[in-house]
């Protein structure tokens, strides 16, 4: 079992920067991927980033690619997801998402945390 608790979510300017956070509580964190989703009002859940055991990491496409890094740090069993130049229309809850899969961490993650507000206004 994994518990996942994310912060730093908040509300912010287009062209501001947020970090959020994911504390994942696992004896067991290093052989795990992680990752971040969003959902936006009136939207599906989307996938957004996503990093690996072995380093790796993925992005949803260009609409965050440049914009978002995410990273890991395994001593504090945190992922983290970096967000700059923020625009109005990554406004969304931000999920944070575990699974020993990379695949299903990507797609159909096993865990997820209770989700963070990011509001970025105009």
């Known amino acids: 079992q994994v518990q996942l608790v994310e912060s730093g979510g908040g509300l912010v300017q287009a062209g501001g920067s947020l970090r959020l956070s994911c504390a994942a509580s696992t004896r067991t964190f290093s052989s795990i991927t992680m990752g971040w989703f969003r959902q936006a009002p009136g939207k599906e859940r989307e996938f957004v980033a996503a990093f690996s055991r072995s380093g790796s990491s993925a992005y949803s496409g260009d609409s965050v690619k440049g914009r978002f890094t995410i990273s890991r740090d395994n001593a504090k069993n945190t992922v983290y997801l970096e967000m700059h130049s923020l625009k109005p229309e990554d406004t969304a809850v931000y999920y944070c998402?575990?699974?020993?899969?990379?695949?299903?961490?990507?797609?159909?993650?096993?865990?997820w945390g209770q989700g963070t507000q990011v509001t970025v206004s105009s």
């Open positions: 998402a575990a699974d020993p899969n990379w695949l299903a961490v990507r797609r159909n993650p096993t865990y």
